[in-house]
């Protein structure tokens, strides 16, 4: 079985730029999260989506907006790109929105100039 | 969620059995504790989790104490391959959002 699948995995964007990154979860899974990690740093909630509904939400900006498909894909979007914005961003989905036990792709690693 | 404590930094020879640590004296009765590793530029693999008794997995053991206040993962024979930064987390009861520290950095040498 496929597991969790991003694109793009790089991706190089100038400031004031939008970008959007999409998200597949493990077939069967109807929770996806998306995490932000910077150069040294653990990653950092962003969001997290369940049948289609926001259920959480990271202390991160409005510029950062994400949607969940009825398929389950999901896709995490940034405007006004900011060069703190340069991260690894990791998708992760799970059978279930109360367990803790996540599956997390390889990433899309944004550069901001 | 919990906040927990780790070391560091660890190093562990190849073949011989790597113990990592994890503090999280303030976790609730409810809460599990759950054990992540990130291999360099690779996205956070899941390894086990547990609430009170001991786990074990095809990829490693978890020991957690009596009184749930600490817990120690196990990789019985560290291999080169294991070398990854290691976290310890214990989310809040009925939520999925993990918080991840900045981890156990363990270092496998031959």
């Known amino acids: 079985d496929a597991g969790v699948t991003q694109s793009p995995t790089h991706l190089i964007k100038t400031r004031g730029q939008h970008v959007t990154l999409r998200c597949s979860p493990i077939s069967g899974h109807k929770s996806v999260s998306w995490y932000q990690q910077v150069l040294g740093q653990g990653p950092q909630f962003i969001f997290q989506y369940y049948e289609k509904e926001e259920r959480g939400r990271g202390n991160f900006p409005d510029r950062f907006s994400a949607r969940q498909f009825p398929n389950y894909s999901s896709e995490l979007n940034v405007n006004a790109l900011l060069l703190g914005d340069s991260a690894l961003y990791l998708c992760?989905?799970?059978?279930?929105?109360?367990?803790?036990?996540?599956?997390f792709g390889e990433g899309s690693r944004l550069t901001v100039l | 969620d919990a906040k927990t404590t780790q070391p560091t930094s660890m190093d562990c020879a190849e073949g011989r059995a790597a113990n990592l640590p994890c503090n999280h004296s303030t976790i609730s009765g409810n809460e599990y504790v759950y054990w992540y590793r990130q291999i360099h530029s690779q996205g956070p693999q899941y390894i086990i989790h547990?609430?009170?008794n001991n786990e074990t997995n095809e990829m490693a053991s978890l020991i957690i104490t009596e009184d749930r206040k600490s817990s120690t993962l196990i990789l019985p024979h560290a291999t080169l391959r294991d070398t990854a930064v290691y976290y310890c987390i214990a989310p809040e009861a009925g939520y999925s959002t993990l918080t991840f520290g900045k981890g156990t950095m363990l270092l496998v040498s031959p």
């Open positions: 992760a989905s799970s059978a279930a929105p109360y367990t803790g036990e996540l599956f």
């Open positions: 547990g609430l009170k």
